[in-house]
């Protein structure tokens, strides 16, 4: 069964920083770009960064670049977000997401909460 | 950044209706458009992708069309389970978007 779990998410003050942790397993994971999508809960979806399937690729969104870093490892079958300077507005649930083939966010994880507040 | 125009916003609906939702493209993006389904504290589920692609598992009575900036997600009748939240996602260009959403419910 293909799985990811996300892990990380934490009450944090604004400026500091979290790590998320996603864990993929039942699929090859040297073979699929990955994704971070995050929703203020209540509200709608916001993608917020890419990496392919070599790591060669890595997009971001204009909200996040310069703070948040994307990267995956092929030992560990992990994707992680480095996420530094937060702000109020990074508050949100995270989800990790594979990316296709299809060309589309094929398979979700449950998601890990980040709440950035004084 | 493409903007994504999801109507309506909210739609109230029986069973065994045929529900219609609408995603405009502020510039063509092909058919690089999926459409997901989000219930009440679950992650969202690809419904449809390449605009009129059912993802596996997905039931028939889900269907895309579209091309260019315009694109239509119907479910021909309305079952219990179908009451949810569905968005639209464009994969032409990044940064990736999605629609506000257009949240289904029971009229």
């Known amino acids: 069964e293909v799985q990811l779990v996300e892990s990380g998410g934490d009450l944090v003050h604004p400026g500091g920083s979290l790590r998320l942790s996603c864990a993929t397993s039942?699929?090859?994971?040297?073979?699929?770009?990955m994704n971070w999508v995050r929703q203020v809960p209540g509200k709608g979806l916001e993608w917020i960064s890419y990496?392919?399937?070599?790591?060669?690729?890595?997009y971001y969104t204009d909200s996040v670049k310069g703070r948040f870093t994307i990267s995956r490892d092929y030992a560990t079958n992990s994707v992680y977000l480095q996420m530094n300077n937060l702000r109020a507005e990074d508050t949100a649930l995270y989800y990790c997401?594979?990316?296709?083939?299809?060309?589309?966010?094929?398979?979700w994880g449950q998601g890990t909460m980040v709440t950035v507040s004084s | 950044d493409i903007q994504l125009t999801q109507s309506p916003s909210f739609l109230s609906a029986s069973i065994g209706d045929r529900v219609t939702i609408t995603c405009r493209a502020s510039?063509?993006?092909?058919?690089?458009l999926a459409w997901y389904q989000q219930k009440p504290g679950k992650a969202p589920k690809l419904l449809i992708y390449?605009?009129?692609t059912l993802q596996d598992g997905v039931p028939p009575n889900f269907s895309g069309s579209g091309s260019g900036t315009e694109f239509t997600l119907t479910i021909s009748s309305l079952q219990p389970e179908d009451f949810a939240t569905y968005y639209c996602?464009?994969?032409?260009?990044?940064?990736?978007?999605f629609g506000h959403g257009t949240k289904v419910d029971m009229k």
């Open positions: 997401v594979r990316d296709g083939p299809p060309r589309a966010l094929d398979v």
């Open positions: 039942g699929f090859t994971f040297n073979y699929f770009a």
């Open positions: 990496i392919s399937s070599a790591s060669s690729t890595i």
């Open positions: 510039q063509g993006i092909l058919t690089y």
């Open positions: 390449a605009a009129s």
């Open positions: 996602q464009q994969l032409y260009s990044y940064p990736w978007t």
